[in-house]
């Protein structure tokens, strides 16, 4: 299978099935009729933006199974995060997610999510590398720039539009469009590399192996004819990722 049929296969497997459908379920016509002149989305508050991603959250949280705290999984990544409740500014919320996808996301509200396929192939280490880079997007301005993107769509734009600049209560099938293009879109290499440097620098910062940063991604680069490696969809280019990252180690 040549990449872009993996990147598809991968595609159909994760989440963007779900919100393909709750897109096509979306009125449009109810949301542009409200008519109004829209908001630029850079007006939008730190605030505002808080919101959607808490918004977003809930309703990820709602359509996965969410692992206890006396889960065996749910244990282990608290356990692994011990001292990163807080970092670089964010306050973290950690919690898992029981599926066999290889996949982990963070939000800008301090929202991350791992899911338990991902620990089953990976190690302590390797699992805070996927964190710190995940960080790093939010970090580095990726997954803000993305909302902002999201929210000049005609659909969200409205939605926005009609509430006077206060966050909006968004619908559910609003909510799975927005997931899909702020968490579920794929970054582009500049992101890549920007979340790995940032991985690399909360590796050295915690004290913990900065070559699991290289062993991770070697393995997303085994694992990729698998079809469970969802954050390969997302995430391009292991292989070279990992020697860039190796020649920095
Ligand atoms: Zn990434």
């Known amino acids: 299978m040549d990449r872009r049929q993996f990147v598809l ?5 994760s989440g963007i099935s779900v919100v393909n459908t709750a897109a096509a379920q979306f009125n449009f016509g109810k949301a542009l009729e409200a008519g109004q002149t829209l908001l630029q989305s850079e007006t939008l508050s730190d605030d505002q933006l808080r919101n959607y991603f808490d918004q977003m959250a809930a309703d990820s949280d709602n359509r996965n199974r969410v692992a206890g705290s006396n889960d ?21 919320d950690y919690k898992v997610y029981l599926t066999p996808q290889i996949n982990a996301f963070a939000m800008a509200n301090g929202t991350i999510r791992v899911y ?3 620990m089953d192939k990976f190690t302590d280490d390797e699992i805070r590398y996927v964190i710190g880079h995940e960080i790093g997007h939010v970090k580095s301005g990726h997954t803000k720039a993305r909302i902002q993107a999201a929210m000049r769509t005609s659909a969200l734009k409205s939605a ?11 619908a559910e099938s609003q909510l799975g469009e927005l997931f899909g293009q702020v968490i579920t879109a794929q970054h582009s290499q500049a992101n890549e590399r920007e979340a790995d440097d940032y991985a690399l620098g909360f590796m050295n910062a915690n004290r913990y192996p900065a070559m699991a940063c290289v062993s991770a991604l ?28 190796k020649s920095q180690v």
């Open 72 to 92: 065996p999984y749910g244990k282990r990544l608290t356990k692994l995060t011990r001292g990163l409740e807080n970092y670089d500014g964010l306050a973290l």
């Open 116 to 118: 338990s396929g991902l």
């Open 218 to 245: 070697e393995k997303l680069d085994t694992l990729s004819g698998g079809g469970n490696a969802s954050w390969l969809s997302t995430h391009p280019s292991p292989r070279e990722r990992a020697a860039r990252l």
């Open 9 to 13: 296969l991968s595609t159909l497997f």
């Open 160 to 170: 926005v539009a009609a509430t006077g600049g206060k966050a909006a209560e968004l």
